[in-house]
């Protein structure tokens, strides 16, 4: 690609973003086309149900919610979706010991009780977890769930040979030293031999940790943990038609196209305090065309995006001119960011990391991801609003959203030097092909960089493989990738959840690696070993803030931005919010319909 025309696309990017933030700069202030806060069409307005519920009143029983999609889940399957969107639409058909409280904003990433009469009764020093489940609950054929269906599916995660894909967090902190084989290989005779979860009978479930973990009930949260019923585990396609114990069943699914939910008429509502089973049934249609989707949802003929990762540039422009009262703008759970693998050299020094931090223009880069609104405020360090011990733009250790907002170039070659490559240095950017924001991003970091010498090239690769290509150490190592573009969110708000796969020396993996910096340092390390044995909020939120701290320092990462979305409702919709349970999006499980057409 010529630069003449890596430039030009650069120049459009920027354009659009700046037209999207003068929209959005109205749709705050309430003018334009549709009021800001309201709509004639009964649409509730411009942020209504941003971290507070909208028309909570107003749902109906009855009717079906239609949900659209640019991507299907990567499965159904509770024990191997990792897919932020997939986890929270699994609770229609799903339920676990405890999950998510379904309240907007913070509350809703708490932990509350589901198929248990109340959270854990812990003891022995954090290593015994004992749960009851709770009278009236049961599969989608009217038999009871025990406690056996909850520790079997829980099983499936260590069938990793057949059943890959999702977290593993229970089989990490149950059997860390991977003893257990699976229920498919298990030799005893119920296929039920995880020594380390005991079912004393049909209605009591108790866990047993080696060692104390504090956030082992968050892990309990996940719909990995969800029960599954012996009898009905189809294995590899248990995604094609999970067995309900949720209040819907799965009446249809064509991979990639369609799914359709009907109510579960065994499910009970006096047995389930979380789920109020609103709409009749339950539609999502899948596109292959992002504008597409767009254009049904402008259209009235879909509800909301599964996918909740914002509606697209042409989209997102129409939505604001003609129907800001449908949208809401939350700040999602993610932070997009560059990060400097240690085996690619100059990046093993220090000081050459942070010759790059300094030398980016940081608004220049919000920019090219969508500006302030759409894309979020200058990310100042590498944890999330939505984690305990976040301080959000408050720590900004390199004054990155303050004064060398627009980059620092006597910074940069100050710290140019100190690394021994005063004249500066070539290298490449490692970015994914079908990410278009960032391409863009890393159009904008290379052109930052030349003004310090840093000539680096981009290498755009297919985006379907990031597990094989930037997940692999040796390749990235052998393709000279000192900067790569990435983005995270957590698994479940805490530092665990979320930084423990990119910080810990233990994670780096030969493949599917998430530590991309490759980070080995024994302060981090050992900042992780005694959060996990830390078993009060106030201990824990201090060593989430230290290890934040301790990544900074060492200039392992360049943050982009704390990410937000543009995304929609329907003027149909009703008690819908967001919450920092799901990363930003809209709370799934309860929403309802206004009329049930």
């Known amino acids: 690609m010529t ?39 009964g649409a509730a307005g411009f942020d209504a149900a941003n971290n507070k519920a909208a028309q909570a009143s107003l749902a109906k029983k009855g009717g079906t919610l239609k949900f659209g999609g640019a991507q299907d889940a990567d499965s159904w399957d509770t024990t191997r979706g990792y897919y932020g969107f997939m986890w929270n ?66 099983e499936r995660v260590w069938a990793q040979d057949v059943l890959s894909g999702g977290p593993v967090y229970l089989k990490d902190v149950l059997d860390p030293k991977g003893e257990y084989k699976g229920p498919y290989k298990d030799t005893s005779k119920d296929k039920l031999g995880l020594k380390a979860i005991t079912t004393p009978d049909d209605k009591t479930i108790v866990f047993h940790l080696p060692k104390a973990n504090s956030d082992f009930e968050e892990m309990l949260a996940l719909v990995s943990a969800s029960p599954v019923r012996q009898d009905k585990d189809t294995k590899s396609k248990y995604g094609l038609k999970p ?63 599964i996918n909740q990762t914002g509606m697209s540039p042409q989209g997102r422009t129409t939505a604001l001119k003609e129907h800001k009262a449908n949208l809401d703008n939350p700040v999602s759970g993610y932070i997009r960011y560059a990060t400097f693998p240690q085996s690619v050299k100059p990046f093993n020094n220090e000081h050459c990391r942070k010759a790059v931090i300094y030398g980016a223009d940081h608004v220049s880069l919000q920019t090219a991801r969508g500006g302030p609104v759409a894309g979020g405020d200058i990310g100042t360090n590498m944890l999330p609003p939505s984690v305990a011990g976040a301080e959000g733009q408050k720590y900004d250790p390199y004054q990155l959203a303050t004064s060398n907002k627009n980059g620092n170039v006597a910074k940069a070659k100050e710290e140019l030097k100190a690394c021994g490559k005063p004249s500066g240095f070539s290298t490449t950017i490692a970015v994914r092909n079908n990410k278009p924001v960032e391409v863009a991003t890393a159009q904008s970091l290379q052109a930052s960089l030349k003004k310090i010498g840093i000539n ?21 190592a052998k393709k000279g990738y000192g900067i790569i573009i990435m983005g995270w969110g957590p698994d ?106």
């Not at 609770?91 to 589901?114: C, F, H, I, M």
């Not at 954090?126 to 769930?145: A, F, N, Q, V």
């Not at 249809?252 to 939910?261: T, V």
């Not at 981009?458 to 390749?475: A, E, F, H, V, W």
């Open 3 to 41: 630069t003449q025309r890596t430039s030009g696309r650069r120049k459009q990017a920027l354009a659009a973003a700046a037209a999207v933030a003068a929209l959005l700069t109205t749709a705050a202030c309430g003018g334009g086309g549709n009021d800001g806060g309201g709509s004639k069409s």
């Open 492 to 597: 479940f708000p805490s530092v665990q959840g979320f930084g423990l796969p990119l910080w810990d020396s233990k994670y780096i993996l030969p493949s599917g690696n998430s530590n991309y910096a490759l980070i080995k340092d024994k302060a981090i390390d050992g900042l992780f070993d005694q959060y996990v044995n830390t078993l009060d909020d106030a201990g824990k939120t201090k060593i989430s803030t230290q290890i934040n701290h301790k990544v900074m320092e060492g200039g392992y990462y360049l943050p982009f931005v704390f990410e937000k979305f543009i995304n929609w409702r329907s003027d149909n919709l009703a008690n819908v919010y967001t919450t920092d349970g799901y990363s930003g999006m809209y709370d799934f499980v309860n929403l309802g319909l206004k009329s049930a057409k």
């Open 89 to 154: 639409f699994a609770r229609y058909y799903s339920r676990q010991l405890v999950t998510n409280k379904t309240e907007p904003g913070k509350a809703g990433a708490e932990v509350t009780p589901d198929l248990a009469t109340s959270t854990a009764k812990v003891s022995d020093g954090g290593k015994t977890y004992t749960y009851t489940l709770r009278d009236g609950s049961t599969w989608e054929d009217g038999k009871p769930i025990t406690s056996k269906d909850v520790k079997y599916g829980i």
């Open 456 to 476: 680096a090239q981009i290498d755009q690769y297919d985006g379907s493989q990031t597990t094989g290509i930037i997940g692999s150490p040796s390749n990235v």
């Open 243 to 305: 067995f309900s114990s949720g209040p819907y069943k799965f009446e249809s699914y064509s991979p990639g196209k369609s799914l359709n939910l009907v109510r579960n008429t065994e499910w009970k509502q006096s047995a389930d305090p979380i789920r109020k089973a609103y709409p009749d049934k339950i539609s999502v249609t899948f596109f292959s065309d992002a504008n597409q989707l767009d254009q049904r949802l402008l259209n009235g003929d879909l509800d909301l995006d």
